[in-house]
Nanobody
Framework: VQLQASGGGLVQARDSLRLACAAS????????MGWFRQAPGKEREFVAA????????TYADSVKGRFTISRDNVKNTMSLQMNSLRPEDTAVYYC???????????WGQGTLVTVSS
């Protein structure tokens, strides 16, 4: 599975941004796809994930109510709509895919989101 993330940029606090992830290759083997982020000097953390077949999402507490993950399994794309952005959301955002083991073994290259106060 190859993943290509896009949509990052520089925004102000309380603005919105939409990230996209295009999947190619053996996408039918993906059980779950998700977004992770890594802020400067911090470890990578989970943001949101979605079960590919059912569309059932799950979110980190820090983004619940502000971020929405979705997928289009015809176009093999996944999106992350980010609303009410905060400076602490500043990070490189990565999309990832997991097989039925649930382990995220496939990663995109990351897209930088910068939120100014």
């Amino acid at each position: 599975v190859q993943l290509q993330a896009s949509g990052g940029g520089l925004v102000q606090a309380r603005d919105s941004l939409r990230l996209a992830c295009a999947a190619s290759g053996r996408t039918f083997s993906s059980y779950m796809m998700g977004w992770f982020r890594q802020a400067p000097g911090k470890e990578r953390e989970f943001v949101a994930a979605i079960i590919w077949s059912t569309g059932v999402p799950t979110y980190a507490d820090s983004v619940k109510g502000r971020f929405t993950i979705s997928r289009d399994n015809v176009k093999n794309t996944m999106s992350l709509q980010m609303n009410s952005l905060r400076p602490e959301d500043t990070a490189v955002y990565y999309c990832a895919a997991a097989g039925h083991s649930g382990d995220f073994g496939f990663w995109g290259q990351g897209t930088l989101v910068t939120v100014s106060s």
